[in-house]
């Protein structure tokens, strides 16, 4: 089927903006997706407020990272799957580079004084991102009390009942389902969007890629896809003679760990944490904390820790490779089975789910889903705000019943000053992200070192 998108949006140009909104992808999914909604939906207008959040909402239902495959989708409505190649690799590239030479750092000089002040003055500023999202995610997308009931309840559940995230997702779009079946108009018009989000966006939907599913297509994409994502661990296993490998065992691991990585890298952490530290030994728990604050802080999705747990596990357990080269080869070898499910996912289903938009009731219970969504963000704004103004946080309560709240005596007076900057910066002054970064990075240095 033709694709007018694909002239309409070149894909040299898309290239470029996805190249752009790679180096921007701080702050974990809720500032990576507010990234993309102001780049594509709100500036280039590229893509409706409502196709984003369609698309958005299936993504939230897969396991992995949301805002890589967010990013794969709207990369392939633009442009196909070229596109969605494109913008899934550049997603990745930079964190993957900027984790790679700061794992390399830190195995070689331990703390950095440099890099943890830019460190300091980057977190607020991802704070103020995050908070962004939810202002502005919410606002378009809660334009029923209903909407903002699901919202609420949503953030609750994670935030005091720290229900699992793949219930709270399923709940909220039942309880779309069902509304959607006794009231279909708050479904429709609730979202608070037009047909265009706004402003009209430069391509039609009827401009956007689409592809008629089939079971031959579908073959094709599920063999080269799986043969892909086996190959580095194969390759491996046979290089070591069917011997015991760090590499074959952390493939092994982390591409089975991104089968079940539901409710994005948060809800993963924590057993991630107690295999690679109780189980493989690969490193230390205060090593998992450091490397945790290192993908938080470096663009990309924050499943790339396990891209510093890799390197240290094989710069640690070589075998006859060289330590420096083992600890790459273990990185991309992790990196690749952990992000390569996404694409699968996405060019596999996406047809499915674009085909599907016209049907009433899973449109409604996708919109109860981009309800749910904002209180998710929220509930990641919360966590964030937390752990970036106090060096340690407790739950009320009992193990799974409970606010999160602060260690007072624990605060980081750092980010008291400049979270309030952070804020000024993003809304009354409305820079880029980028440009708010940049300069709260540089302002947390200076402040690391005045104290």
């Keep these: 089927m033709s694709d007018p998108g694909r002239h309409l949006v070149p894909l040299r140009t898309a290239t470029k903006a996805w190249f752009l909104i790679s180096l921007q992808t701080f702050g974990g999914p809720a500032g990576q997706i507010a990234v993309m909604q102001r780049e594509l939906v709100d500036e280039r207008r590229w893509i409706g407020e409502r196709r984003f959040l369609h698309a958005l909402s299936y993504c939230m239902l897969l396991p992995g990272p949301e805002a890589q495959q967010l990013a794969v989708y709207t990369g392939w409505l633009l442009n196909g799957w070229a596109g ?99 009231r279909p108009d708050v479904m429709v018009a609730g979202t608070g969007l037009d047909a265009d989000g706004g402003d009209a966006p430069l391509v039609a939907d009827e401009g956007l890629h689409r592809v008629r599913p089939s ?76 490397g945790l604050a290192l993908a938080e802080s470096t663009p990309g999705p924050l499943i790339m820790v396990v891209q510093f747990v890799a390197f240290l596990g094989a710069y640690r357990d070589p075998g006859s490779l060289d330590p420096w080269m083992a600890g790459v080869l273990a990185s991309v070898i992790v990196v690749w089975v952990t992000f390569v499910p996404s694409f699968l996912f996405i060019f596999l289903g996406a047809p499915y789910v674009e085909r599907l938009r ?52 624990s605060y980081v007076w750092e980010s008291f000053v400049l979270i309030p900057v952070a804020l000024v910066m993003v809304f009354p002054l409305r820079w880029s992200v980028l440009r708010t970064l940049g300069v709260c990075a540089l302002a947390g240095l200076g402040l690391s070192l005045l104290g």
Aim: no cysteine.
């Design 84 to 182: 969605g190649l494109i913008a899934g690799v550049l997603f990745v590239l930079p964190g993957f580079v900027a984790l790679l030479v700061l794992s390399a750092v830190y195995v070689a000089h331990g703390d950095n004084v440099l890099v943890t002040g830019l460190f300091v003055g980057l977190a607020p500023a991802v704070v103020a991102v995050v908070v962004q999202a939810v202002f502005r995610i919410g606002g378009r997308a809660l334009g029923h009390p209903a909407l903002v009931a699901i919202a609420v309840a949503a953030f609750l559940a994670l935030a005091v009942l720290a229900l699992p995230f793949p219930l709270v997702v399923i709940g909220a779009g039942a309880v779309g389902w069902l509304v959607g079946r006794l």
């Design 215 to 290: 079971a031959r297509r579908n073959l094709v994409i599920l063999t080269v896809g799986l043969v892909l994502w086996v190959a580095p661990v194969a390759i491996a296993w046979v290089v070591a003679d069917s011997e015991p490998s760090v590499f074959v065992d952390q493939g092994v691991f982390f591409g089975g760990m991104a089968l079940v990585t539901f409710g994005g890298a948060y809800a993963v952490l924590a057993y991630v944490a107690q295999a690679a530290v109780g189980t493989f030994g690969w490193l230390t728990a205060g090593e998992m904390t450091k």
């Design 358 to 409: 016209g049907n009433a009731a899973l449109s409604a219970a996708l919109t109860g889903v981009t309800a749910a969504v904002v209180g998710v963000i929220a509930n990641l704004a919360l966590y964030f705000a937390l752990h970036t103004l106090f060096a340690e946080v407790r739950r009320l309560g009992r193990q799974h019943l409970g606010l999160l709240v602060p260690v007072w005596d």
